[in-house]
């Protein structure tokens, strides 16, 4: 379903590709597959577009809502094991900079406590 949601969004099997790091190849033979699977078919392919069937207008429509209950549903099981990931980059002037780290203390030791990493480092055009 993300597949086919994909394709829909980027308006070709190549633009889908790209988004999911799949090749077009792949992006089709899911499609295929999931047209197989509905029994209807759901794009109609040109080399140069895709443009979605009666059936696939009215399936687009409940895929997307299927995958928004899915990331709900993931969320849910996550409760508060669910923590936040990655890293967060702020550019503000030293001052601002100053000014949150100092607001900010609180939720780090917070962050300590879940055993997240904390750091500060000074962007290298201010050095």
Known sequence: MKVFVSAVDEGSLVGAGRRLGRSPAAVSRAIA???A???AE???RTTRALKLSE???RYVAACRRVLVDLEEADIAAG???AAPRGILTLTA???TGEDLV???RQPAS???AQKATWSFRPAAWLM
């Open 33 to 35: 597959f999931l047209e």
């Open 37 to 39: 699977h509905v029994g």
């Open 42 to 44: 759901l794009l109609h």
């Open 55 to 57: 059936a696939g207008e």
């Open 79 to 81: 409760g508060e094991q």
């Open 93 to 95: 002037p030293i001052i």
């Open 102 to 104: 100092r607001q900010t």
């Open 110 to 112: 917070r962050l300590r």
